[in-house]
């Protein structure tokens, strides 16, 4: 161990240090959770339903096992289909040992579930102890993930899975029927959860009719479909889950135009084999990548909806050009010309590459690209080259072009990027010196039972520069080459509620292990009305003015939006009282303070003054 990670903790001023009993949460969930009459619950993929939970107290029939050996201790529980509440049969139960156990390798466990979704375990006392964290990933019979995440060791435990749904559709455009189209839906982004959660995928028949056999956490009241044709997004929709289950399914209407891009050189010859990346940019679309080549006339005709676009094109041997494009046609056809400016022999652009001490690196690779609002989009623009024994490198490039350029080595990582336009001058990449550290949640302190969830993270420096900011499934969270200095991090995890905020400092070298337990996390809610009365759905809810939380954590973590009924809910970590900025969909917003566990009313203006 080369170095040490020094904790600071915040205050959790509502942390529960009471043990729980999670017997009596099983009990009580089965007991109380309202179960739709089996003839309303829809069969999964032809297949009868489930039986439901016998009546009678669980806890009896798990304790009903014999005795375990005294080198180890038996854990109990059940399964239950998170949107039902009906018993899980036939699934697969993994438990990975906790992370920062000494567990030889090859120490995960499995079980089946039987009858009534129930599952044991006799884990042995060394490895695995009582009342702590561990990994859980639950599969069915096709090895779908049902579960991944973490869950507290006891006696008596309760797991959900997620949902099967079956989702059916027919996709209606105003082209012709069109060819070799897939789809994926996803659970739109809610909460502090800012990106899409993947549910499923498939293909269109041949009349543009789908079924997605989707698994979700939840059954949300909309997916988003995003369909995708010839490498490249056609477009990206929002549909109610009620028409996607109903017997007929949901015709998904969606206007197809057609850009016709033309690459040609300062000459006006046209560019053969240019590469070309694409993604919708403004904001109502996910930001998947589109990839596409130029013919022998320098052309690439996509089908796209009306939308903004980023537009990225580039080959060996010319500058990149990166453009943004707005395709209102309406289904009409826009054409566009973009030109590239081919280099000269002595176009380029040189520099050193330097590690911690100021010596040369060799045989790091250097990395330029073009600055675009989304990172993929920048790769059909990308050169790199390799230093030599004195650390040196050499670009074919612009010397006039701003770029991003980094280094990486297989040693030493990469070292921080930066934005340069060289001007015929060197370019310095120094590498700091960094450190490995893990953080480790532990769900200790939560009581709500065991759900799956990614944990979403935002790591940022002391002068609040936000270093990382994803999400995980897995725990612990590892982060490989973070510069030497001091970090906050805030985690939250999704599905169950849980939230902890901690500091920690990076030393050179591997650092030690970071723990961090996971609280109940203290949510705002209320709902969202015009002036006139009116409910405001799809209004932005944005968390600001909460002194532990720096602008760019607010901004990805406190953030929500309102659903059909104008209804949100938001994370404000630990905060007891907050204030919202409320924005509706023609612009206009207004400002309120709430308060935990007092729903509110926000008024917004009719219209955007």
Known sequence: MLGAAVIWWFPFPDARSASIDTGRILRAELREKPLPPLAEIEPVSGQDPPSRVAPGDLAEELQAASVPPTDSFRVAGVVLDEAYGLPVVGATITLRPPAFEDAPRGSSVKAITGEGGVFEFDLPAGTWREGRTCDVLITDGQR?????????????????????IDLRG?????????????????????????????????????????????RADRIPERFLL????DKSPLAAVEVPTAELRSPTGADVRVTLGELELELVDQEGAPVEGA?????????????SVGAQVTDAAGRVRLLVTDGVYEICAGKSGYSPEVEIVTTAVGGGKLVRRIELHALDADDHVAGIVLDTAGEPVPD????????????????AGIERAYTNEQGRFRLFRDPHEEMTL???????????????????????????DQGRVRVFARTDGL??????????????????????????????????????????????LDGRGGYAQTSFQVLPGDNEDVEVILHNAVFMSGEVHTSGGEVAPRASVQVIGIPDWPPEVAELLGRTSTDEHGKFKVLTGVATEATVRVEGETGAWAE???????????LIPDERD
């Open 406 to 432: 980094v280094a990486n080595h297989r040693k030493l990582g990469a070292t921080p990027k930066i934005e340069v336009t060289p001007g015929g001058r060197d370019v310095v990449l120094r590498y700091r």
């Open 170 to 214: 027919r996709l209606v455009t105003n082209r012709d029927p069109l060819e070799g189209v897939s789809l994926a839906a996803h659970v739109s982004p809610t909460g502090a959860i800012t990106i899409p959660i993947y549910a499923g995928s498939t293909t269109l028949e041949k009349d543009a009719s789908f079924t997605i056999l989707a």
């Open 226 to 229: 995003t369909f995708f044709a």
């Open 275 to 287: 590469d070309l990346r694409l993604a919708r940019v403004d904001g109502k679309a996910p930001g």
């Open 144 to 164: 779908e993930r049902l579960f991944l995440g973490t869950a507290r060791l006891e006696p008596e435990m309760l797991l959900y899975a997620r949902t099967t």
């Open 447 to 492: 009581v709500e039972p065991n759900r799956s969830g990614p944990l979403q993270y935002v790591l940022v420096d002391r002068v609040h520069e936000v270093t990382a900011s994803a999400h995980s499934w897995s725990n612990p969270i590892e982060f490989d080459a973070l510069p030497v200095g001091d970090y906050n991090l805030y985690i939250f």
């Open 364 to 379: 790091a690779a250097v990395t330029a690209g073009p600055l675009t609002h989304h990172h993929d989009v920048s790769v």
């Open 592 to 602: 309120a303070r709430l308060e935990a566990a007092k729903p509110a009313t926000v």
